[in-house]
């Protein structure tokens, strides 16, 4: 038994370093340590788009990967990110505005990644590495097992007895990890995303031992045309594949409030609307999005009018795609502008300046013609000569000190919007 393991555990290693990876600049990645036990590994996931950095390039190898995250993963390895969706949300903690909602559908479309009795899917709660075994175990091919072949792990007594089949199963395909105590499987410890990145490369060498139904067509690249909606943007490309259109992160697309908006009747979390106003074609003609299309952003920060003239900002996220046929695909994006917020510009600051001005220049007109008629009728227009410009001085300076204006949007106002992230539609 003890030479059937070796043998298991000298493959799953090997696997590690004798599949190519692609080309990628590993200096990115910037949390990753020489000799790190787990490089090659998640070298492969991040380039093949398995797995991503964050917004620092950061890996964090340690952290645990939460279910959402899981099945997104999983579904990559298995060619099957763009499935088309059959299912019915009945989760009460997944929302079709999540950006995990078209994944855990997908997943619940295939059968891979099950929820919770009490309707919930915890898309946020970490993977446990048993969690994990059990999905592989429930998408490989049946395979002839030995439960003896747990006899060789010294916590084999830990592994909860709805899984000790699985277990079996996944050390006989050399589908599992044991790092850093190679006679340890830790089934109750949450598997971290180094630990992922292991499972999901050893999974991707050994597709043919998975269940055909669970494996989607292999995609590949037909073309790349481009977005020229908006001039000098950091990016222009759109991807097209046999199975999605792929708008890369820096273009910048036209969307229209799908109703009036007003900064100060609304707070961080509110919702907002946005439609497309025509549909969106790449220069080379191929149809993105049809007219109507809804994009979906949240309300994350307000910053309110303050003295002197500043203007309230809105930050928005642009987060989902929704498609008049209800299909829905994540985004990330935010206001095309120099800070990435909505404001009123220039001239509605001018315009408010102006009114002030010409108010309080009225108002001295008045007070200064009255307070030279009453004494003297004959010094009229000398009253009417200084009250006009100290009105004008006036309104001027207090238009400067008052705070700024709120942002408000007619329904059908535009607004440029640049990608922080690729976005795909799926050609189905």
Partial sequence: MKKLL????????????????????TSKIKDMTSGYWANSAI???????????DDNFNFNPENPITRAEFVKALLKVLNNSCCEINAKNNYSDVNKTDYYYNDIMRSDSLGLVYGYPDGTFKPYQAMLRSECVSVISHITKEAISDLRILNNYKDKSDIPVWAKEEYAKTLTYGIF??????YMLEPNRTLTRAEAAVIFMQLKNKLSCVKPQYVGEVESVLGIEHLSIVKDTPNNTVKITNLRKIVSKGNVIIVAFDEKFFSKCHQAGDIVNFVLPEALYTDEGTQLLPQGTKIVAEVTRIVKPKKFNKNARVHMLFKS?????????????KPYTKEHVLMEGPWMTFWKLFLSTVGFGAIGAGAGTGFAFIPNPAKLGVGFAIGIPVGCTVGLCIGLLTPGLHYKAKKGEQVMVILLDDASINNK
């Fill in 177 to 182: 990890v044991n790092h850093p105590d190679e």
């Fill in 43 to 53: 070298e492969c996931v991040v380039s093949d788009d398995v797995m991503s950095l």
């Fill in 6 to 25: 070796a043998s298991l555990l000298l493959a799953s290693f090997m696997s590690l370093n004798i599949t190519p990876v692609l080309a990628m600049d």
């Fill in 321 to 333: 795609i929704v498609l008049p046929d209800g299909r829905c695909y994540e985004m990330c994006g």
